[in-house]
């Protein structure tokens, strides 16, 4: 039933010669993006492809490079998006509705690409309609360095965990403060590029006063993995940011709070957009 | 007794957030628990005795018998407590939510008939319910959102997508995300991720158990045909599962063609045949477009209005063990009209597609053994508003 257990890949230092295949590109970006000095915490914020519609993204996603964003985490729109919360599912019905596909979407990640590591985040269904192979081969080809698939735990990874490899991309698995420790481990040895570790127990969304929780999932995190841990759900303020460096974390998410600005300023998301990631980029100053 | 079933062939499996899989593992050895546990299982059978008024009688219906030249067996799955098939699984999870030591229930709804059977069991256990259910099924089958109320559910109305049982379902999920602590999400069908596809056909499969047993006592002699409606598939599993070892017994699932297959607005994914997917939770026959955006379904009958199907069904239609059908708004409601006048049964409308199988397509059976799912009332205002009274 699982996989064959990964090779471990030491985050940033890749012994030449462990890679048959060309995951190294991926994984290698990736690497680079949380390694910057300077920097208490990589910053990576989500962008909804597509909202408020393709250009228009794109114009956010270039704001967050000109912000300060260390990465991006890149959202398909999808039709059941169960691990998103009203505004992040707001976003993407809209973003469907104004006619995003997915290969409008890889257009998106072609743009930003030359700028800052892409990490696409893409519900189950979508990976398998175009194919696995094919999805990956694509998403390979638009520059990508990373994939999440929020519904697609350790059991049904090990198809897309080998076209990823095959593809240079690095599969980003999700822990949750509802893990096992035992599952947590399986999981970490098993992530390529970063853990995303979900901070709370629940969908995606802005949250007050979740600090506290931060740090035992943090802790409990970076000791199942050799990859670098990334936090997120319900980070919106530098102040959250800070604290989830704080607590150990080498990456931070943001989402809904970005996305829920470029909804609120329909006329100039992108400058809106620019403004709250250099101030979450403030907040993460070493 | 053998782990209970992931994957069905090539469908099934759990395709949710991380979050959630622990509570599914923790749900699978409490249900391993609950069957090993005499008393356990002495509780479910008394309540689905004395409360649910199980058995179900078999009724061989005299004219709709002689309407199609052969006899016809109705297991009366709408004479249930709650009228309805649905109180078998959440009388069954509701027990086993409390064994888990879960105090709070969430549930979705199409037809209502799954969310007020939810909201009796948890009125019985005094167990906390809330009941998501998609905005145009609140409108279309207002008289079981007033019943969740008087029951003491919060009916929770869902604006997302189509507003039907699809977008329920999704919401429902992102409670349990959220609330897994202490919630149990009983599931309505045999969808999902697993465990619960074969936990919920266990849980209904006393309606093939008892109706095979009765069958056989009366006439002697096994069906040729085992019918029955098909929205996500648990009355259809429920009755199949007592005779799929029964090769000479033909297991025909009837899907909502809607409006027809041809048209898209349909809820017939099984009939439909095209991609597997990934729908809430597990790999099955879904509505897809090129992009695996989930498309919405279409059919009269909020029960059928799904657009997909349990893993388990996929696989038997794969497998060539069953054969999936699809049956018009309009031919559903000439059944459910024909069934009323001819035998004074008012089906629901979801059975009514079953019905206009049996009764109008020709066939060489010489017996049928049809799940009368459940009763109709829940559909008078909806039935009256579409069919001129004249036609009645
Ligand atoms: C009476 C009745 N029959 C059938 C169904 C369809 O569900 P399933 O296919 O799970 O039996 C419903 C669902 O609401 C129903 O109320």
């Known amino acids: 039933m699982s996989a064959p257990e ?3 890949v030491p985050f940033g230092t890749h012994p030449s010669g462990t890679h048959q295949h060309s995951a190294a590109g991926g994984e290698q970006r990736i690497a680079a993006a949380f390694g910057k000095p300077g920097r208490r915490a990589a910053l990576m914020p989500y962008l ?4 408020p519609d393709l250009d228009r993204s794109r114009g956010i996603g270039e704001a967050y490079a000109d912000g300060g964003a260390d990465l991006v985490e890149l959202g398909v729109p999808y039709s059941d998006p169960l691990a998103d919360g009203p505004v992040i599912q707001a976003a993407g019905t809209r973003a469907l ?14 743009a930003l690409a030359p700028r800052l590591p892409v990490v696409l985040m893409v ?12 999805f990956t081969a694509a998403l390979r080809d638009a520059g990508a360095s990373g994939l999440i698939v929020p519904d697609l735990p350790l059991e049904e990874a090990p198809l897309v965990l080998e076209a990823c490899d095959a593809s240079g991309l690095a599969l980003v698995p999700l822990v949750a403060p509802t893990s096992p420790d035992e599952r947590m481990g399986r999981i970490g040895a098993r992530a390529r590029g970063f853990l995303y570790t979900v901070s709370v127990t629940g969908t995606t969304g802005e949250r007050v006063a979740l600090e506290d929780a931060f740090g035992p999932i943090v802790t409990r995190a970076k000791a199942h993995t050799h990859v670098p841990v990334a936090l997120g759900f319900g980070i919106a303020t530098p102040e959250q940011a800070r604290a989830a460096a704080d607590a150990g974390a080498d990456g931070v998410i943001v989402g809904s709070r970005l996305v829920r600005a470029a909804a609120e300023h329909a006329d100039d998301p992108a400058g809106a957009v620019r403004d709250i990631v250099a101030g979450l980029a403030a907040g993460l100053h070493a | 007794m053998s782990a209970i079933e992931h994957r069905f062939g090539p469908y099934g499996g759990q395709y949710v957030p991380e979050t959630l899989m622990p509570a599914l593992a923790e749900l699978e050895l409490a249900w391993a628990g609950a069957l090993a546990d005499p008393a356990w299982t002495a ?25 199609a030249g052969r006899p016809i067996f109705l297991k009366r799955e709408d004479l249930n407590h709650t009228g309805s098939h649905k109180i078998n699984n959440a009388l069954g999870q509701a027990l086993l939510a409390r064994r888990m030591g879960k105090t709070r229930i969430i549930a979705e709804t199409g037809a209502g ?27 279309r089958q207002m008289p079981n959102v007033q019943r969740m109320e008087l029951l003491g559910a919060r009916v929770s109305s869902v604006e997302a997508g189509s507003g039907t049982l699809k977008d329920a379902t999704s919401e429902a999920i992102r409670d349990w995300v959220t609330n897994v602590g202490d919630t149990h999400y009983i599931i309505g069908s045999v969808v999902g991720p697993a465990p619960y596809p074969a936990l919920v056909r266990e849980l209904q499969r006393v309606i093939g158990d008892e109706a095979r047993a009765q069958l056989l006592e009366r006439e002697g002699r096994l069906p040729d045909r085992v019918v029955a409606c098909v929205g996500g598939g648990s009355n259809a599993m429920g009755i199949f599962a007592a005779f799929v070892d029964d090769p000479d017994v033909q297991l ?6 809607g409006e027809g297959i041809l048209t898209g607005r349909h809820g017939a994914p099984l009939t439909a045949g095209n991609r597997a997917g990934i729908l809430h939770g597990s790999m099955s026959a879904i509505m897809q477009d090129a992009d695996g955006q989930i498309v919405e379904a279409h059919s009269i009958s909020a029960g059928l209005d799904y657009p997909g199907a349990g893993p388990e069904h996929a696989w038997l239609r794969d497998s060539g063990r069953a054969t999936y059908v699809a049956v018009s708004d309009a031919d559903a409601l000439r059944a459910f009209a024909l069934v009323t006048r001819l035998e004074g049964l008012l089906p629901a409308l979801e059975t009514a597609h079953a019905f206009h199988h049996v009764l109008e397509e020709p066939s060489e059976s010489t017996m049928d053994l049809l799940c009368l799912s459940g009763r109709g009332d829940k559909d008078l205002g909806q039935v009256l508003d579409k069919l001129g009274a004249e036609e009645l």
């Open chain 2, 113 to 139: 008939q799954h969310g007020v059977a939810t909201a009796t069991a948890c009125a019985l256990l005094g167990l906390e319910c809330i009941v998501y259910m998609g905005v145009e099924d609140t409108r």
């Open chain 1, 48 to 51: 909804m492809g597509g909202f």
């Open chain 1, 123 to 134: 519900y189950a269904n979508v990976v398998y309609a175009r194919g696995v192979q094919a």
């Open chain 1, 97 to 110: 509705r104004s006619g995003a596909t997915l290969d409008g979407v890889l257009g998106v990640c072609e």
């Open chain 1, 6 to 8: 990964a090779r471990r």
């Open chain 2, 252 to 257: 025909i699932g009837v899907e909502a063609a």
């Open chain 2, 43 to 67: 509780e479910l059978a008394e309540l689905l005795r004395d409360f649910a008024g199980r058995p179900s009688t078999l009724y061989r219906a005299r004219r709709l018998s002689d309407h």
